[in-house]
């Protein structure tokens, strides 16, 4: 059988092409599903390692119950001790200068250390934000933090506009659980993990945290059954139209949620980060990267790290992402692990974000996590902490919630 020889030249590269990375190719698993534009970019513009995407629901808990045959993994939740032991060391990478450890933020990249090993880097994080139409202020805030106290002297002046039929309602913190916990954070409940790999907080604090919203609710809304009522007139419409409404004045999210909205209905909206003191918590999902022990491609990962962490990497990585009209925000959907490039690129693709990258002394990032927190505190703790705000008698402890939901996890 004879070919033509343009027919002969696809065929060759065909097969070549099926070998050429073979043994220099690197799994990359991951849940984040911008990746697969920055692995794009990645591989277009070198030919000696190749990146190949596998996607994983849960990338940290797979790896410490299965072990994985991935070269990289990317996602939330690598803190925690299980975890965090699954991979290897990348010390040498910033010693040696492969990565530059100064362009890093400082507490940021210590999250990462375990005895002096980096082991995991960071990739993004984000942070939590109030949101409000400014024309509704009798007084604009200055900072780019909005305390707690500022928030509630704003809300008594707004809420006077309907008294006594209750038309706006200013804020209303169980209707944004995310909230509470934030709250709760900022006034030193702590959770973190313990060695045992155990969840530990302070119950006093959480504790007052729930009698503050208590004590606004009464003060400040009129109670919870007023509370509930103006919720089952209007909150059936999306935050935006509530915001540029009038019907409320806040609603809390994180600086993603911020920016999902399309920008003709937030042309009229701002935000501030919420915090205290010029203190503001990280979210505590953030994005790292590690080097699972068991890789069998540590050269390619090394080379991938080594790429992407670079500053004109991270700008376009992020100019990809707009190029391809991703709703996705920043890098993989928070801000850069670089302050330098959140000051430099950040503003020119998101306009409304110059002035409010906050310093990094601003920035309280989180303790290491339980490896199940995230099911903790979606299933057990937010719905305790509306349940105990909601309600006038005595505080339940949440230790016993939390027994009950352990005993249920090993029915």
């Given at each position: 059988?004879?070919?033509?020889v ?12 099926c ?10 698993c ?6 697969s534009?920055y692995?794009e ?18 990338p ?13 993994v ?8 299980e975890?965090?032991r ?15 450890e100064?362009?890093?933020y ?23 934000v ?12 200055e900072?780019?933090?909005?305390t ?23 804020f ?14 900022l ?15 302070n119950?006093d ?42 019907r ?5 999210g994180?600086?993603r ?16 980060y ?21 890789a ?23 100019d ?13 959907d928070?801000f850069?692990?670089f ?10 693709y ?6 409010r ?18 099911e903790i ?7 305790w ?8 008698n005595?505080?339940?402890?949440f ?10 996890q090993?029915e």
């Amino acid at each position: 059988m004879k070919y033509s020889v343009p027919l002969l030249f696809l065929f060759i590269f065909i097969v070549s092409s099926c070998s050429f990375f073979e043994g220099k190719t690197a799994v990359l698993c991951t849940n984040r599903s911008e990746f697969s534009a920055y692995t794009e970019v990645y591989n277009a513009h070198q030919n000696e390692y190749h990146i190949e995407l596998q996607y994983c629901e849960n990338p940290g808990k797979s790896l410490a119950q299965n072990g994985t045959s991935a070269d990289l993994v990317i996602g939330e939740g690598f803190t925690s001790n299980e975890i965090i032991r699954q991979f290897q060391d990348c010390s040498k990478l910033l010693e040696e200068g492969l990565i530059d450890e100064e362009l890093f933020y400082t507490q940021l990249l210590k999250i990462g250390k375990r005895e002096e090993e980096q082991l995991i880097l960071p990739v993004s994080f984000s942070l939590p934000v109030v949101m409000f139409k400014t024309e509704n202020f009798s007084e604009q805030p200055e900072s780019i933090v909005l305390t707690l106290d500022e928030m509630r002297r704003e809300c008594l002046a707004f809420n006077e506009q309907s008294k006594p039929r209750r038309q706006v309602m200013g804020f209303v913190s169980w209707w944004f659980p995310e909230f509470l916990y934030t709250q709760a954070e900022l006034h030193s409940s702590n959770f973190s993990e313990t060695e045992g790999g155990q969840l530990t907080w302070n119950q006093d604090n959480l504790e007052n945290t729930i009698k503050n919203f208590r004590t606004w609710s009464e003060e400040v809304n009129g109670g919870i059954s007023a509370e509930r009522d103006f919720a089952d007139k209007y909150l059936y419409d999306p935050t935006e139209k509530l915001l540029n409404n009038g019907r409320i004045l806040y609603a809390f999210g994180d600086v993603r949620d911020f920016f999902s909205i399309p920008h003709e209905k937030r042309q009229d909206l701002d935000f501030r980060y919420a915090g205290e003191n010029s203190r503001i918590p990280v979210r505590d999902g953030i994005v790292f990267l590690g080097i699972p022990k068991r890789a069998k491609n540590r050269k390619a990962a090394v080379d991938f790290i080594t790429w992407f962490f670079q500053s004109e990497t991270q700008g376009r990585c992020i100019d990809t992402s707009h190029f391809k009209r991703m709703r996705t925000f920043g890098i993989a959907d928070g801000f850069c692990p670089f302050p330098s490039v959140n000051d430099k690129f950040f503003p020119q693709y998101y306009p409304d974000i110059g002035g409010r990258i906050p310093p990094e002394e601003f920035l309280k990032f989180p303790e290491p996590l339980p490896t199940d927190w995230p099911e903790i505190k979606e299933e057990v703790l937010l719905p305790w902490m509306v349940k105990e705000v909601t309600r006038s008698n005595s505080i339940s402890r949440f230790d016993g919630e939390l027994q009950k939901w352990v005993l249920q996890q090993s029915e």
